[in-house]
């Protein structure tokens, strides 16, 4: 009598894959893949397994002026197995590898919390965990894309969904074909894995990207149909944008040749918000590569708008503490250091002592922004770079 | 020679509208000018000029059993304007509604930030704000909610956009038809305002509504294609669901007939979210009517299925000192404290003394939750009322 087949014990083995991978998820595999076949030479030829992990601490962080983003350096850090000390994050990375293994190999994807929950248990014989809780895992998983050099995404690790676009651009995404101009009030609610093994651009008649901080705006200018008065493409990212709209502005940036207008508070959130869309972020320096749109402009709200717009003094807010502080280390960064426009922008909220939000602008009238405010700056093409 | 048209000064007097109103804002308008004429038939009739603006105050909060959800009583309170005490909040009620006049003869709608904008200003002759900030004005716009007897959607006030939506529906939303089945991997984001002025529906073969807590969660469901196999809708609500998810559930649970089952975390949150969902809030009674679902189930996670899912024990998170007192609290809910399933569902979570993450339940399978989980409740029609 044949025996009955037995699942696998360990989550991580999975059932052999089914699925058709795409030429990305190929590639994923064989960088995973080569990740093992190191550790098996290294054992073949009785050397002590190690990993060569690049460093993502902020000494081994640099602008870098040419390509005008933040990248990381050549810095690496030795992790290994043998050395009490790093043994446990070593066969962390090595759990990490495996699980997104899994993942591709099954065409599957998950969150981060997914992914610690997939890896999390007691290892066999002892009362130890692989993780104690999410922190644990959340940094090993970095450690393997910057030790492969691939996305998150590229891996099946998905980040928060938030952020929406409308707009004058047909996609396919996993199959579906996306009218993004015939997407309601609601519109289309950007996906957090936006590589092109996913979504496909189809047709793109838009003259520009605006995007917007937060869906209230947002939904502003999708309700006065912007995007079809001026043809451009409208986004959102709920404040800081997460990881599949900073991809997704990328490629309609650099694939689609679309101009990036970026429409923020006028304070040290806005700012920074900016920043990170343009510059990439210092903690995921690695990433800056497919992430940063260094050619993106600053729209506004500017500190002299509460002239310029001739605004109510009811509508301002004092700067706090904080504000000041941030605002300050902003215009240390190198890459507005050496600006003249952003010194003075910045100079000059600090003198105004206050901040201005977008939304103020509705003290002027319900549409200005829409109907004003932003036509304006693009007609005179007033942009902070 | 003609003189010049100048822009009326206060922003809340709007242009000769041009819009063409639908019967919903036909109705919105005639309370808001109800609401003007009582106090012009006042000052007629030299009365002075009052307001009764139903109690919000818990007092006046009771759970009605034959509806089966939250609802306000009857008490009110009366807001003068000869009173020094109750002057401003008398002017500031006049002014919300004078504002929301406004948005809803352009054709246009805001947020609460935006509507604290649009009124905020400086009271002529005096030093004094109309709003000195946005937790002054908040307070106001429910008053005019419930004196009015209308929903803050209905007085075109927007509230946050989080909740996507996929699955076998067709609707129209704003002019656009909405093919729920066609979505991609992102889903059609919920828009906040979903009235059957914005959101008609048009087609659904769904059977029933899978609502889950998280975005996370929700996008293993819309992978593994479950609302294409088990003939479904698919939301989420990015934990609490804001009013618009509320609504459209509402909207969905009564109009096309679809009975709602909620995925949600094995802990307090979960709990609560479910209560929401189920009865109403508490602090926002008076919405109940159409916004809560008593018929709404609870398919899990359930205290026992630590066991009955038999997980390891490395994917339980400890009971802190906050989560006991919730619980505890939850338990006494008028619509809980007579339902034994429920008191004993949470007295098991406080004896386990741990909770659970939906997500936990990827430690068996990467598509356990969508392949075994949900489709065995549903097999056996196992859920909490």
Chains 1, 2 share one sequence.
């Not at 460093?55 to 050549?74: Q, W």
């Not at 809780?133 to 998905?158: F, G, K, M, S, W």
């Not at 074909?177 to 838009?206: H, W």
């Amino acid at each position: 009598m044949a025996k009955k087949a037995r699942r696998p014990a360990a989550p991580v083995t999975p059932a052999a894959p089914a699925v058709e991978l795409s030429e990305a998820d190929h590639r994923t595999l064989g960088t995973l893949r080569s990740l093992a076949d190191r550790v098996v030479e290294g054992a073949v030829a009785s050397r002590p397994p190690h990993l060569d992990i690049p460093s993502r601490s902020l000494g081994n962080v640099r602008f870098n002026k040419a390509k005008r983003f933040i990248e990381m350096g050549s810095g690496k850090n030795r992790r290994e197995l043998f050395n009490l000390a790093q043994a446990k994050a070593y066969m962390q990375t090595m759990l990490v590898a495996s699980g997104c293994k899994a993942l591709v190999e099954q065409g599957k994807s998950t969150s981060i919390r997914g992914m610690y929950y997939l890896l999390k248990h007691t290892i066999a014989g002892t009362k130890e965990e692989t993780f104690d809780e999410q922190a644990d895992c959340d940094p090993i998983i970095e450690d393997v894309e910057v030790a492969l050099n691939t996305l998150r995404e590229e891996l099946h690790i998905y980040a928060q969904n938030k952020g929406s676009i409308v707009g004058n651009l047909v996609f396919r995404d996993s199959g579906d074909e996306i009218d993004c101009s015939r997407m309601g009030s609601g519109g289309y609610t950007i996906p957090s894995i936006v590589e092109p093994n996913v979504i496909q651009f189809l047709k793109c008649d838009a003259k520009f990207i605006l995007h917007v901080e937060k869906d209230t705006v947002w939904r502003r200018f999708n309700e006065d149909k912007f995007w079809r008065k001026h043809n451009c493409i409208l986004t959102h990212g709920g404040g800081q944008p997460p990881r599949g709209v900073r991809r997704l502005l990328n490629r309609m940036h650099h694939e689609l040749k679309l101009p990036i207008y970026c429409l923020l508070d006028n304070d040290p959130w806005g700012y920074y918000i900016y920043s990170v869309i343009k510059q990439g972020s210092i903690n995921l320096a690695y990433e800056s590569r497919r992430m940063a749109i260094p050619g993106a402009k600053f729209v506004g709200l500017r500190s002299r708008d509460f002239e310029r717009c001739e605004l109510s003094p009811s509508v301002i807010i004092r700067l706090n503490d904080q504000d000041i502080k941030r605002a300050k280390q902003i215009a240390q960064y190198p890459w507005f250091v050496d600006k003249k426009p952003w010194q003075k922008e910045i100079e000059l909220m600090l003198r105004n002592g206050f901040k201005l939000e977008v939304e103020s602008l509705i003290s002027k009238d319900i549409s200005y922004v829409t109907e004003t405010y932003v036509p304006e700056r693009l007609a005179e093409q007033d942009f902070l770079d």
